[in-house]
């Protein structure tokens, strides 16, 4: 099934996901994708795979491998919406 939760950032070497829809399901190798809900990013895009799921101090969370390796990256444009 499907897994919905928000990825809130980390560290070069691995990202964080929370505020998870079903931990119960995720298993990992899955692959992270965004959702396209909310209308921000377009659905399907590979974010990286899911290493492991801890029960941490803020709750259950996901920690994902990014799919780029974002020491590479020259240009990166962030949106900031208020």
């Not at 803020?58 to 990014?66: A, H, K, N, T």
């Amino acid at each position: 099934g499907v897994v919905h939760g928000i990825l809130m950032g980390g560290d070069l070497d691995r990202l964080l996901l929370g505020h998870l829809s079903d931990a119960e399901a995720l298993r990992p190798q899955a692959k992270v994708v965004t959702s396209g809900l909310g209308g921000v990013f377009p659905k399907g895009i590979e974010i990286g795979t899911l290493l492991l799921v801890t029960n941490g101090v803020r709750g259950i969370e996901g920690e994902v491998l990014p799919s780029v390796d974002y020491s590479t990256l020259e240009d990166v444009f962030i949106r900031c919406d208020r």
